[in-house]
Structures are given as C-alpha cells and as structure tokens.
C-alpha cells in the first residue's frame, strides 16, 4: 500500500513538474486549449494542464538579421552585390505564432526580396549617395508587410554595397573629372569678381587724380620692402606721356616757324644790296 502511495505521489509530482513553467521578463507564452487559442501569458510562474493545454514560448527581444549578399542590376544597369542588417521584435505573440508559421524564416525572405526590388529602382549613385533614404523606404515596406504577422521593422541598414573594379575606375575618373569642372568653375568666378572689383576701383581711382598718385607711391614702398635688387619699375599712366609729348610737339614747331623768318629776311636784304 506503502508503495503504490509512493508511485502515485511519484506521478502526481511529475505532472505538477511538467505543468508549472516559469516564463522570463522578455518571454511570453501563447497558450492553446484543445488545440484552439486560449491566451498570452507570462511573465513568471504560469500553470500548463498537461494534454489539454499546449504553449509556446516567444521571444519579444529585437532580433539582429544579417541579410545574405544580393544580386542587383540598377536602372542604369550596373551589376552590384547588395547586402544589409535587419532588425526586428515581436509586438504581438498571437500573430505571430498563429498567422505565420517560421516569423524569423518569412522576414529574411521578405527582406531579401524586398532589397533586391527596392534597390532594382535605383541609380547607383543614389544607391551610393541616398543610404538614409533607402534604408528608410526599405523599412517601411517591410514593416506593412510584417505588421499582419505581429512583427515590428525597427531599422534596416545597407551595409556594403560591392561593384565590379572596371566600375570602379569609372567612378574615380567621373568624380576626377567633376572635381576639375568644379575647380575650373570657381577659377572663373573668382575672376569674374575680381574684374569687377578692379572696374570699381578704377572708377573711384578716376574721379579723384590724387588718389591715382597716392596708390603709386603705396606701390613704391612695397616693391621697395619685397625687391631685394637696387632696380625698381615705376608704372607712368598714358595720359602723363602723352601730355609729355604734345608739350614737346610744341615748341618744335615754334622753332621751325622762327628759322624761317631770318631766312626770308637775310634773301631780302641780300637781293637789295645786289
């Protein structure tokens, strides 16, 4: 008698055992009654009926998902191998569990493919230049997708995105070349501004002729500090050289006009003596 008390206690410790399950701070469980859904329970210390009742546990941690390497052709038909890291919980471990039956599984191939489409519609400088804005049009594609199944999309980032080397020489002299259109740019609008600066000046340099002689002699002393040689080029403007050769003009030809005064003079006298 002794013994069958001890078997039968023996047994009802074990089924005790088999029903009280102890669920994490991060875990829940989806309890099904005779095969229908019943509730979510847990955390803690929660009670299984042996046969009638069935749980499973589900994790509602974010999940780190490293997407495989894909193979994409961008609209201007440039083969490249994408590949990205997905991260994602689980906000509803009903749906979960019932709507979907491999969640992690349906995610990595919904994501796949999604990279592969989504990243098809793209140049590859906006693939190079427009992470943000993929990652995000990515995300939330996947995140209306996994939304029935209870899991929540929290970020999606490109991590590499490998081309072929021939690309990649044709990349570097593309972007060679905008650097010199853009070097040739700024040089031509730098002399643009100057031009016009020096046209400015010229103007206020004009209205006031003493200001003309002021900037040569401020000229003359830099020159003297910076050249080293005993030589020193002074600029004359043109006007002071050609008012230098009219006043020279002048009396050239008042001496030209007295020469011929005494000639005239001296054959007259000479043909009244004759």
Known sequence: METALIIVLAILIS????????????????????????????????IVIPIIQQMVRVDLRTVVMDVPSQDVISRDNVSVGVNAVLYFRVVDPERAIINVEDFYSAVSQLAQTTLRSVLGQHELDEMLAERDKLNAHIQEILDQQTDNWGVKV??????????????????????????????????????????EKLRDAAEILGQSPA??????????????????????????????LRAFGDSSSAPAAGAGSGVTTPASSSSGASSSST
């Open 15 to 46: 089924i005790l055992a088999s029903a009280i399950r102890i669920l994490r701070e991060y875990e829940r469980g989806v309890i099904f009654q005779l095969g229908r859904f019943w509730r979510v329970k847990g955390p803690g210390l929660i």
């Open 154 to 195: 929290a970020n999606v980032e490109i991590k590499h995105v490998d081309i072929d080397e021939s690309m990649v020489r044709a990349i570097a002299q593309q972007a060679e070349a905008e650097r010199a259109r853009r070097a040739k740019v700024i040089h031509a609008d730098g002399e643009m501004q100057a031009a």
């Open 211 to 240: 200001s003309v002689q002021l900037r040569y002699m401020q000229t003359l002393v830099t020159v003297a500090n910076e050249n080293e040689s005993s030589s020193i080029i002074f600029p004359l403007p043109l006007e002071f």
